[in-house]
């Protein structure tokens, strides 16, 4: 069973940035990742998305132009860069396949503040 391990979360002034991180323990290489959010009292939604080649990668509306997600299949490892942050942005941040195939990490809470 995989498991995965955000972090990278943190406090923020709005405008700044951040840089999540997401490893996974099993085969990560051949699978579609995703990211995730839940905001407080909201169900969880999705972020942004990549290939496995890393090749093509998709967002929500929300956050396109100032997102990036990327990875490294050297190190089973998905990032999400989080540029021009807004208090909207404010969630608990989750990986998994882009079809959520693993059980839930514990997620890394983003918190913006203005």
């Known amino acids: 069973q995989v498991q995965l391990v955000e972090s990278g979360g943190g406090l923020v002034q709005a405008g700044g940035s951040l840089r999540l991180s997401c490893a996974a323990s099993g085969t990560f290489s051949i699978y579609d990742m995703g990211w995730y959010r839940q905001a407080p009292g909201k169900e969880r939604e999705f972020v942004a998305a990549?290939?496995?080649?890393?090749?093509?990668?998709r967002y929500a509306d929300s956050v396109k132009g100032r997102f990036t997600i990327s990875r490294d299949n050297a190190r089973n490892t998905v990032y999400l860069q989080m540029n021009s942050l807004k208090s909207e942005d404010t969630a608990i941040y989750y990986c998994?396949?882009?079809?959520?195939?693993?059980?839930w990490g514990q997620g890394t809470q983003v918190t913006v503040f203005s």
């Open positions: 998994n396949t882009d079809n959520v195939r693993w059980p």
């Open positions: 990549i290939s496995w080649r890393g090749s093509g990668t």
